[in-house]
Nanobody, 115 residues
């Protein structure tokens, strides 16, 4: 069992930055593929960024060049650095950990981009 706790969300002006963190409990964090998803009101949850156990990354087209995902296996933590934020980035952001059929989610953290 893995528990995920997100932090770092909040209100930011357009063009600003935020750094989300996701701390994982349990052992063997390094075996999990980690991802950040988001869900805006009235929309489906979508993948924002993912990072494999080897550190390979992938991003949604809408955030490429603005967001950076990283992981620190020693701290059991995955990060999402979000720069040049836009109002359309407003959503609840969720952390995900996946290994074979195991699939875990955090409770989410709200990110609001508004002037």
């Amino acid at each position: 069992q893995v528990q995920l706790v997100e932090s770092g969300g909040g209100l930011v002006q357009p063009g600003g930055s935020l750094r989300l963190s996701c701390a994982a409990s349990g052992r063997r964090f390094n075996i999990y593929t980690m991802g950040w998803y988001r869900q805006a009101p009235g929309k489906q949850r979508e993948l924002v960024a993912g990072i494999s156990t080897l550190g390979n990354t992938n991003y949604a087209d809408s955030v490429k060049g603005r967001f950076t995902i990283s992981r620190d296996n020693a701290k059991n933590t995955v990060y999402l650095q979000m720069d040049s934020l836009k109002p359309e980035d407003t959503a609840v952001y969720y952390c995900n950990a996946r290994f074979t059929i195991q699939d875990y989610w955090g409770q989410g953290t709200q990110v609001t981009v508004s002037s």
